[in-house]
């Protein structure tokens, strides 16, 4: 069996331990006189493996303890050295500070139980108030060591769990940092689609049909949309500059947009949608409401509208674009139809982010969203996007 390679600093102690109680053998200090072995040579014995245990003190503190005791007890039968004493003291101290948890509880509860024994024993015995000494010095060579240990222990311990606290706290912090900064992004990914996707599909749509198409007059009225939607698509990347700015900024944050901007959209998607044969109409079935709607489901319903138009100039043949507005007491449902199926002529490419988009505002706030083909009551196939959003603002989800 291989021993556990000592610590350096058990290294220097036992070498300390070792060369101090030579010196005081050389000079002649002991700690008693008349024992059982009167020769002086013979403390060396429990000196030397006193030393020895020192180098098992941190890696094996259980067993450093136990053959310590052993040899403390032969060192009363020799004329004795204060060098050994001291390095039991410190094997008594290591038992607790490195031995396991048990060890660390049972320790100075035994040490203390050894030093009342003691005391009452040498009482009994000599019948002398001197005896009390012996326990006392029993309980500071035994007891003393223990119970430093365990102090020292558990103020390790705490220091740990203050540490090991601090690290979770720090990495709970670094995580919420994290997640602030993914949801930022995802909603400045939706605020960035949805004002300009509508402008640049537009602009996709005419600038194919002016080059597909040699004709002045079409050519003439595509760029003229063209140029429209461009001067709009700046200023909404202005404005969402200027979401972006704080308060010390150059610029002011713009106010949201709302409901009541629906029929500019409706306006301009006719402008946009007039040459693809499209018509738009709105159905505000609104009840009136004391309060107005929160904030942010102003602006997500504004915001599914404006995607859903945008999606049909892109995708929809030629046919009616319905948006139908409906508010009860518990929700506001946004609905907004459109014809299916195969669209002749030039057409914007899509990526699907924005149904992505549109699914994440509604899911914020606690809504039902649906977005697909169904079949109407006359059992036409129709492109339907529906989303129910609560009239009551609630805390957005995580």
């Known amino acids: 069996m291989t021993l556990p390679r000592p610590h350096r600093d058990d290294v220097f102690i036992a070498a300390g331990g070792l060369i101090g109680g030579l010196l005081l053998w050389a000079v002649g200090l002991h700690t008693q006189g008349g024992r ?6 013979v403390a060396l014995v429990p000196l ?3 030393a020895g245990l020192e180098l098992l003190r941190r890696t094996m503190p259980r067993t450093a303890l136990v053959a310590g005791t052993l040899a403390i007890v032969a060192d009363q039968f020799t004329t004795g050295s204060v060098a050994t004493v001291l390095m039991f003291t410190d094997i008594v101290y290591a038992a607790v500070v490195y031995g396991t948890p048990a060890s660390a509880r049972r320790i100075p509860v035994t040490t203390g139980l050894i030093s ?8 009994a015995w000599y019948r002398d108030p001197e005896a009390l000494l012996v326990g006392m010095v029993v309980g500071l060579v035994s007891f003393a060591p ?3 240990g365990a102090l020292v222990r558990a103020h390790r311990q705490a220091a740990e769990t203050a540490t090991l606290r601090a690290q979770q706290t720090a990495l709970l912090a670094e995580m919420d940092r994290t997640q ?3 949801a930022e992004r995802a909603r400045m990914a939706r605020e960035l689609h949805d004002m300009v996707a509508n402008h640049l599909s537009a602009i996709a749509i005419h600038s194919t049909a002016a080059l597909s198409i040699d004709d002045e007059a079409t050519t003439r009225q595509a760029l003229n949309v063209i140029r429209e939607n461009s001067v709009e698509g700046l200023a909404e990347m202005r404005r969402l500059i200027g979401l972006l700015r704080d308060s010390s900024g150059d610029a002011e944050p713009a106010a949201s947009p709302t409901l009541a901007g629906v029929d500019a959209l409706l306006a301009q998607a006719m402008a946009n949608g007039a040459s ?4 738009f109409t709105l159905d505000d079935a609104r009840r009136p409401r004391q309060e107005p709607l929160p904030a942010p489901v102003e602006l997500a319903a504004y915001r599914i509208v404006q995607e859903s138009l ?10 009616p674009v319905t948006v139908t507005l409906g508010q009860d007491d518990r929700a506001l449902t946004v609905r907004v139809t459109s014809t299916f199926g195969d669209r002749p002529g030039p057409r914007a490419p899509g990526s699907g982010a924005g149904l992505v988009g549109m699914r994440e505002r509604v899911a914020l706030l606690g809504g039902v969203f649906e977005a697909g083909p169904v079949t109407a009551a006359d059992g036409v196939k129709i492109w339907q996007v529906r989303a129910e959003l609560p009239a009551e603002e609630r805390t957005p989800k995580p």
């Open 310 to 319: 945008t999606n049909a100039l892109k995708h929809a043949p030629a046919g």
């Open 48 to 50: 030397a493996v006193m």
């Open 180 to 182: 602030a900064v993914t």
């Open 116 to 123: 009342v024994a003691a005391t009452i024993g040498y009482v």
């Open 36 to 41: 059982l072995f009167p020769a002086h040579w």
């Open 276 to 279: 693809s044969g499209l018509t």
């Open 146 to 148: 223990a119970t430093t």
